[in-house]
């Protein structure tokens, strides 16, 4: 017993000289964020709202989706399987005056809960959340600088002794728009006023990690050049990205189907998605965390996922869920200067449709135990690298089409020069059939070069391969091989693209195949190992 009290005194004193000296050097912002490690959003709590319902006490707002009162063991309980971070989001609207100022027992209902957050070990990012919503204050950008600053100003004041595992976060979901174009002048003005704000409040603010907000919860608008980030004398900055990437199978509900007319009037449904784990599938979120460094990490700003997930109480495929989150928190844990926090609103009981649940806080388990296992398993490393899986080359090639019969390659900031394909062709006139290459330019208009057969032959049953040089183009987020009209006489068989130099590439197959068995194998080790307990 007597060893066994000076060991646990010794990691004791390890673990906080550790923590000591990380902070005592003062850590980059990229260093931070790869410390954060695995983060996980406490939903259907401080961001309840509803205009509906009369609001009096903070916990009437905390109550209000039927989450449960956040307690130190919930936070204990998740902090087992490797979770280092607690993103908090707040709806601030309730409880602040047409001017900003903070109801008392609002402010000190937030701060009660960052300390049962902080004084376990976490990091713990607050925010404005769903203030900025269609219909809410924050929405109204520009017009409302001043509440925006003074309500920044109250919750830095609040905060300003506390160590940097506390992180701000300036806003969230804020659909700013000009003319139907995201308003990324009003964005910059409010972050660099947020940023302004807080350094100058004194206290451990300084230097404290901020979280800038990117374009509403587009992935494809924050990664623009148009984007634009504010000053930061400290340069401490992280920039925030929801990923729900492709949104038809992470957030699109069974029955609300988006739609699209095409050339001849004809309402075309493009249902939501079920799936997830296809080659593109794979290529596309690799090629999305490349797009992430090289447009931010590359340039000293680290990248907080703050929202990632699939909504769970749909149709989507059990297995599918998994494997989108477990390549996505590898990715973030393999990449050097971005980290992920799972949106989580837990609670099955919810009416809304986009609902995502995944750890029980009334019952202190996951609703799917694997999820939470994976989560352990990535923060001790006990995992296939998709480094190892890295190719580098000049061009990339795809053989499989998606369920419309096209095929795509996402491109991402990669340059395209060279576009070949080839094609089954079964039609008996120039009429019959037509293809092409397409792709949506910088400005987002969809344009492409169409083919309508080979070379004018009026009958061209076979296999046909063609060429397009497309290096003078505005080829700048994917390249689309596509059925235009007579589908049903045209099958693709593959799509190269060829790019201007060798870039980072994804070998699927090879990946696929190990990392399958890898977390199955170790999962079915886990429910033994767990069963052999219960039973002895």
């Known amino acids: 017993m007597y060893y066994l009290i000076i060991s646990l005194f010794v990691v004791s004193s390890l673990s ?74 707040i709806t601030w609207k309730f409880f602040i005056d047409e001017v900003g100022n903070v109801h008392p027992d609002w402010m000190t209902r937030v701060k ?30 520009i017009k409302v600088k001043d509440k925006f600053l003074n309500l920044w100003s109250q919750i830095a004041n609040e905060f300003k002794n506390y160590d940097q595992h506390l992180i701000f976060e300036s806003m969230n979901d804020i659909e700013y728009k000009s003319n139907d ?49 504010p000053i930061d004398p400290s340069n401490k900055i992280a920039i925030s990205i929801h990923y729900y990437n492709p949104d038809k199978f992470a957030l699109e509900p069974d029955d609300e189907y988006w739609t699209w007319i095409d050339d001849s009037g004809n309402i075309i449904p493009l249902e939501s998605l079920t799936k997830w784990g296809t080659e593109n599938d794979y290529k596309d979120m690799f090629l999305d965390f ?19 997930g699939v909504v769970t109480e749909q149709k989507k495929e059990k297995e599918s869920i998994r494997e989108f989150l477990y390549f996505e928190f590898l990715m973030s844990s393999i990449s050097n200067g971005i980290m992920s926090c799972l949106y989580d609103n837990s609670n099955k009981e919810s009416p809304n449709k986009r609902t995502m649940n995944y750890y029980d806080r009334y019952n202190d388990r996951w609703y799917d135990e694997k999820i939470g296992q994976f989560f352990l398993n990535i923060s001790k490393g006990n995992f296939i690298k998709p480094t190892d899986y890295f190719l580098y080359s000049n061009k990339e090639t795809v053989t499989t089409p998606n369920s419309e019969g096209h095929m795509n390659i996402k491109i991402g900031t990669r340059k395209a020069m060279k576009v070949i394909f ?14 092409g290459v397409c792709t949506l330019n910088t400005n987002g208009v969809f344009s492409y070069i169409q083919f309508d057969g080979t070379g004018g032959k009026k009958k061209y ?31 693709f068989n593959y799509l190269t693209v060829e790019y201007d130099k060798e870039y980072t590439l994804f070998d699927y197959n090879a990946y696929k195949s190990s990392v399958q068995s890898n977390y199955i194998n170790i999962n079915n080790i886990f429910f033994c190992i767990f069963f052999i307990l219960v039973f002895l």
């Open 461 to 491: 049953d076979g296999s046909y391969t063609f060429t397009a040089d497309i290096s003078k183009l505005d080829y700048n987020s994917y390249v689309q091989v596509q059925r235009f009209w007579g589908k049903e006489n045209v099958t």
């Open 290 to 308: 490349d797009t992430m460094k090289k447009t931010f990490v590359d340039k000293g700003i680290p990248v907080i996922v703050t929202e990632i």
């Open 112 to 141: 009660e809960v960052v300390n049962l957050i902080t004084k376990q070990d976490f990091y713990c990012i607050i925010n404005i959340h769903y203030d900025g919503i269609i219909g809410y204050w924050l929405n109204e950008g």
């Open 181 to 229: 174009n995201f308003n990324y002048l009003d964005l910059l003005s409010l972050t660099q006023s947020f940023v302004d704000v807080v350094r100058n409040s004194g206290g451990k603010n300084g230097d404290r990690l901020l979280i800038i907000s990117g374009a509403n919860k587009n992935f494809d608008l924050t990664c623009s050049t148009e984007y634009k980030l």
């Open 422 to 435: 080839n094609v089954n062709i079964i039609a008996k006139y120039l009429w019959d059939v037509g293809f």
């Open 16 to 89: 906080l000289l550790i923590t000591f000296f990380s902070f005592s050097h003062k850590m980059s912002s990229i260093e931070i964020v790869n410390d954060m490690g695995i983060g996980w959003n406490m939903a259907n709590s401080f961001d309840c709202y509803d205009d509906k319902i009369e609001i009096k006490t903070p916990d009437d707002q905390l109550k209000l989706w039927g989450g449960r009162i956040p307690s130190k063991e919930i936070f204990s309980n998740i902090k087992k399987y490797g979770i280092k971070t607690i993103r908090v989001p």
